[in-house]
């Protein structure tokens, strides 16, 4: 299993945008997908759970589940810049 980080982490905010949360890796980033996300699941949150446990498998590099997580994340307007 990789256990590789992300080069820069991605902020999600969570609580209305009060808190936020720094995700540093794909296991993380399914974390944040199945028990924060604002929104119910769409084709954004299923691509991005399904990159991020390729990714942890060794099976994609970590940039295409780092690119899966940013892109849902800031369509479900979670995305902190």
Same mark, same amino acid.
């Given at each position: ?29 399914? %974390? /944040? @997908? ?6 119910? +699941?769409?084709?954004?949150?299923? $691509? =991005?759970?399904? %990159? /991020? @446990? ?6 994609? +590099?970590?940039?295409?589940?780092? $690119? =899966? ?13």
């Amino acid at each position: 299993m990789q256990t590789d980080i992300w080069d820069k982490p991605i902020e999600i905010t969570y609580d209305g945008g009060d808190h936020f949360r720094s995700v540093c890796n794909p296991r993380e980033a399914l %974390a /944040c @997908l199945a028990n924060s996300w604002p929104a119910s +699941p769409g084709k954004l949150e299923s $691509a =991005a759970k399904r %990159a /991020c @446990l390729k990714a942890m498998a060794g099976e994609v +590099p970590l940039s295409v589940a780092e $690119a =899966a997580f940013t892109k849902a994340a800031e369509a479900a307007g979670v995305l902190r810049h």
